[in-house]
């Protein structure tokens, strides 16, 4: 069966999560639902990354075997044409072998957190960053997260949910920077994170931009290796999956402005 890589966009507000749930709709089911509207065959989706209810994405990855050959480009028109109603987007689709696999392929995972830093609320940007209603000190926040990368046990960093066995992880890279505007960013990549990960750096880097804890605090919560160390976990609202890497693809530029 012809197997399809997918990129997908997609605003996670209206959702539980990217997947298939008893209690409400996906994004895995939105996809599936349209693949069978217009192949007219039942398929499962498998995706890159399993974001959580009300988490967005720019470049989230999955794959598809179809019982037809249909060209790439039919594949994401028709797709974008039963999905108009819904706030998901096919980016690209592509034909690829048999062993690429957009989960366990995967080498590399980007994300971004984006947080609104002013006085006054959001009005077009609501529901997808995080409203912090005062000034942030970026560069500690930042000199914080150096503190976080490479290999550890992150178990402070996990939901208690997080059914991980192994709470070691490889932090490549995680950086704080002005975006545009009011926006600072938040920007992680790994092979893998925890359940919760990202948002338990937003929250605990928060307390350091509000000047309540330092860069030594962070580094005593990381070694306690106990949760309840941890700071407020970040609502989902400022999280994306901005990029996934596989094999030696070259990095692409991620974007620092989002329309």
């Not at 012809?2 to 966009?9: A, F, H, S």
């Not at 895995?28 to 967005?56: C, L, S, W």
């Not at 330092?214 to 994306?240: I, K």
Request: net charge neutral.
């Amino acid at each position: 069966m012809p197997r399809y890589k997918l990129t997908i966009e997609y605003d996670g507000t209206p959702y539980r999560g990217w997947q298939r749930q008893k209690n409400g709709l996906s994004v895995q089911e939105v996809i599936e639902t349209a693949i069978e509207g217009f192949a007219g065959e039942a398929a499962t989706i498998f995706g890159a990354g399993r974001t959580d209810a009300g988490v967005h994405a720019t470049g989230q990855v999955a794959h598809v075997d179809l019982a037809r050959d249909w060209e790439a480009d039919t594949v994401r028109d028709a797709l974008n044409a039963h999905m108009r109603d819904e706030p998901v987007s096919i980016v690209a689709a592509e034909r690829v072998g048999d062993d690429f696999d957009a989960r366990f392929s995967a080498r590399k995972r980007w994300y971004r957190y984006r947080i609104f830093s002013r006085r006054a609320p959001p009005a077009i940007e609501r529901g997808r960053v995080w409203w912090v209603s005062r000034d942030l000190d970026v560069a500690a926040m930042h000199d914080a997260a150096k503190a976080l990368v490479g290999t550890h046990d992150f178990n402070t960093f996990r939901s208690s949910h997080c059914q991980a066995k192994n709470p070691i992880r490889t932090l490549e890279e995680l950086s704080v920077a002005r975006g545009p505007g009011d926006e600072i960013h938040i920007t992680a990549m790994a092979q893998s994170f925890l359940h919760n990960q990202i948002r338990s750096f937003a929250g605990t880097l928060k307390l350091v931009g509000e000047g309540r804890w330092t860069t030594a605090d962070v580094v005593a919560a990381l070694e306690s290796r106990d949760r309840t160390r941890c700071g407020p976990v970040a609502p989902p609202d400022g999280l994306y999956l901005t990029q996934v890497e596989y094999g030696n693809a070259p990095k692409r530029t991620l974007p620092v402005y989002f329309p």
